[in-house]
T-cell receptor
């Protein structure tokens, strides 16, 4: 089955710096790659996603890049703010598995991001 | 609020007991997926229900079972609880045949097995 590796496990930056989190996946049939932010005691919230027919997607301070050949994708946060502090998870999904558009997501182990004021 | 609703929010059970967790999907969604999130780990896929059938299943034993009702709500049942079943159980809803906003997660049920 799919395996997703995420690095680093912890990341500490100063406010205003950039943060980059990287993930690799094992199954080349995966076609959907979301990123979730989870604050302590709260639900995972989708912050950005990318599909395999796109190489890069940007939403204000957040961007995701995908390299299908190397099977890795990365989250980039620019101009970090203390409220960006949370656990970030990457995930990958196999295309149309189970007959539905949003089947099983395989998650990475998470990155604890701390932004110091 | 038309988001995903889970109940109860917290639960304490004894080893060997059985538990039922409940989930109401986001309005307009017809598919429910269940995940187990152990402390400090990423969510692990348990199974997904669509049209009242289990469509996909992760690497979880048969002690984990589920059900989806005609109104799209879902239950997760765990029998013969083990200490290792202690985790946050997340429900996520989605639209089976669409290209919209993907999953919406609920806030989860924190299960503690003692």
């Amino acid at each position: 089955g799919e395996n997703v590796e995420q690095h680093p496990s912890t990341l500490s930056v100063q406010e205003g710096d950039s943060a980059v989190i990287k993930c690799t996946y094992s199954d080349s049939a995966s076609n959907y790659f979301p990123w979730y932010k989870q604050e302590l005691g709260k639900r995972p919230q989708l912050i950005i996603d990318i599909r395999s027919n796109v190489g890069e997607k940007k939403d204000q301070r957040i961007a995701v890049t995908l390299n299908k050949t190397a099977k890795h994708f990365s989250l980039h946060i620019t101009e970090t703010q203390p409220e960006d502090s949370a656990v970030y998870f990457c995930a990958a999904r196999l295309a149309n598995a189970g007959g539905t558009s949003y089947g099983k997501l395989t998650f990475g182990q998470g990155t604890i991001l701390t932004v110091h004021p | 609020d038309a988001g995903v609703t889970q109940s109860p929010t917290h639960l304490i059970k004894t080893r060997g007991q059985q538990v039922t967790l409940r989930c109401s999907p986001k309005s307009g969604h017809d598919t429910v997926s269940w995940y187990q999130q152990a402390l400090g780990q990423g969510p692990q896929f348990i199974f997904q229900y669509y049209e009242e059938e289990e469509r996909q299943r992760g690497n979880f034993p048969d002690r984990f079972s589920g059900h989806q009702f005609p109104n799209y709500s879902s239950e997760l049942n765990v029998n013969a609880l083990l200490l290792g079943d202690s985790a946050l159980y997340l429900c996520a809803s989605s639209l089976a045949l669409g290209t919209g906003d993907g999953y919406t997660f609920g806030s989860g049920t924190r299960l503690t097995v003692v």
